[in-house]
């Protein structure tokens, strides 16, 4: 949350199971689109938030299987458990706002006495969560029936059915609408709210976080039933909402666009980047420009030509270092000589690229530090690497 010391410019909310990931995608390229598009134009000065159904166990394993970024935000067990940065430090505050009217143990007792629930794995089941598989036909009685139990038994809980076969139990404060709306007011206590706010989802547990006053929202065009029917009956007339034609983070890109958020071209849907002429420097651009060109030269997707070499040397501020994490430094221009050995190595095989976390620190009058992590994806091996480059901005 202090990584930014003004109010972000976007904040982007998004489930991630058939939001940002698509499973159908086997090559994930709506996800690498969205993370060039986040790494060139947003890292800098917005804030990422995952929020999905998942628990820590399995949000981790999604994060070795995808190649996703690194949030800012991530909360898991829907909306029951907040943590923020790469160390995934738990904010205790939400934990007591839950506490109130919970009993994990009623709730797991009385939930077992109806046969049409099937426990869900054990790593599902969190302090604050409780969760089953149930059949569509099946939903909405034993919904309606255990809301009775419940309140006969003085606790205030929330049942949310999502994707057509998953039901959970929380704390009537929890939920990925409230986790937001908590946080919303931590920005606010700050003076931090963000200038703009897109929640992102497909399924029921999303629906919450469409009806929080003020955001964007994007349903992807994936969305399943109960989140349209939902929104057809709640928000239809909200012109802040949208419906994608695209799926998965595709219509999240889309709903950039749609809503006028900031750039909604993704590096990776600019095929000819000399086209362009050269704007300010951005860093965080021109990191995911050069990687992009490294991975299309290793697939052999641009010509084999030394203008292409010469022009990427030329914009890549000559000045500039890459700092080995062994030490020492090589320049840019030398990184980029070695690029010649290695021309169309991969064509026709799966190889990809991407950066994460692309942070820059001005470390003397007109010299930054550019850290990062470099992600390559060979086949089935997934590799990273933490790089620093050091650049020298000459100040016209
Ligand atoms: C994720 C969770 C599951 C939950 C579902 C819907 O799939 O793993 O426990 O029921 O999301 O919220
Ligand atoms: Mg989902």
């Known amino acids: 949350m202090d990584r930014l010391s003004a109010a972000a410019r976007l904040m982007i909310v998004s489930d991630l199971d058939h939001t940002m990931v698509d499973h159908h995608d086997a090559e994930n390229l709506s996800l690498l689109r969205f993370n060039a598009l986040w790494e060139a134009h947003y890292r800098r000065d917005s804030l990422l938030v995952f929020s999905t159904g998942r628990s820590p166990t399995l949000y981790k394993q999604l994060r070795k299987e995808k190649p996703m970024l690194t949030p800012d935000i991530t909360i898991m067990s829907v909306g029951t458990e907040i943590t923020y940065g790469d160390a995934m430090v738990p904010d205790n505050g939400w934990v007591e706002v839950l506490n109130q009217k919970w009993d994990k143990k009623i709730v797991t007792e009385e939930a077992s006495r109806f046969p049409e629930l099937k426990l869900q794995s054990e790593?599902?089941?969190?302090?604050?969560?409780?969760?089953?598989?149930?059949?569509?036909?099946?939903?909405?009685?034993?919904?309606?029936?255990?809301?009775?139990?419940?309140?006969?038994?003085?606790?205030?809980?929330?049942?949310?059915?999502?994707?057509?076969?998953?039901?959970?139990?929380?704390?009537?404060?929890?939920?990925?609408?409230?986790?937001?709306?908590?946080?919303l007011r931590k920005f606010k206590c700050e003076g931090k709210v963000p200038t703009n706010t897109l929640v992102c989802g497909d399924s029921g547990n999303d629906a919450e976080l469409f009806s929080i006053p003020e955001v964007y929202g994007v349903m992807v065009s994936n969305a399943q039933e109960e989140l349209l029917q939902w929104h057809a009956a709640n928000a239809k007339n909200n012109p802040?909402?949208?419906?994608?034609?695209?799926?998965?983070?595709?219509?999240?890109?889309?709903?950039?666009g749609h809503f006028k958020l900031g750039p909604s071209t993704s590096p990776r849907d600019i095929k000819d980047e000399s086209d362009g002429e050269v704007k300010s420097i951005d860093l965080g651009h021109e990191v995911v420009k050069l990687y992009l060109f490294y991975e299309r030269w290793r697939r052999a997707?641009?010509?084999?030509?030394?203008?292409?070499?010469?022009?990427?040397?030329?914009?890549?501020?000559?000045?500039?270092?890459?700092?080995?994490?062994?030490?020492?430094?090589?320049?840019?221009?030398?990184?980029?000589?070695?690029?010649?050995?290695?021309?169309?190595?991969?064509?026709?095989?799966?190889?990809?690229?991407?950066?994460?976390?692309?942070?820059?620190?001005?470390?003397?009058?007109?010299?930054?530090?550019?850290?990062?992590?470099?992600?390559?994806?060979?086949?089935?091996?997934?590799?990273?690497?933490?790089?620093?480059?050091?650049?020298?901005?000459?100040?016209?």
């Open 240 to 256: 802040k909402l949208t419906h994608a034609t695209e799926r998965c983070a595709a219509g999240i890109i889309q709903a950039i």
């Open 301 to 396: 997707e641009i010509d084999n030509s030394e203008i292409y070499l010469s022009s990427l040397k030329a914009n890549c501020c000559p000045s500039g270092f890459c700092v080995p994490p062994s030490g020492g430094e090589i320049s840019l221009a030398e990184a980029i000589n070695q690029f010649r050995k290695c021309y169309g190595d991969k064509q026709g095989k799966q190889f990809r690229v991407w950066v994460d976390r692309v942070l820059s620190t001005e470390i003397g009058p007109g010299t930054w530090l550019v850290k990062f992590h470099k992600w390559e994806l060979s086949g089935e091996e997934r590799a990273c690497s933490i790089v620093s480059i050091i650049v020298r901005i000459k100040v016209i």
């Open 123 to 183: 790593t599902e089941q969190r302090p604050h969560k409780v969760s089953f598989y149930v059949d569509k036909d099946k939903a909405q009685t034993v919904t309606q029936k255990l809301s009775e139990i419940f309140k006969n038994r003085g606790l205030d809980v929330k049942i949310i059915y999502s994707g057509g076969m998953d039901l959970d139990i929380l704390p009537q404060g929890a939920g990925k609408g409230q986790a937001l709306a908590y946080l």
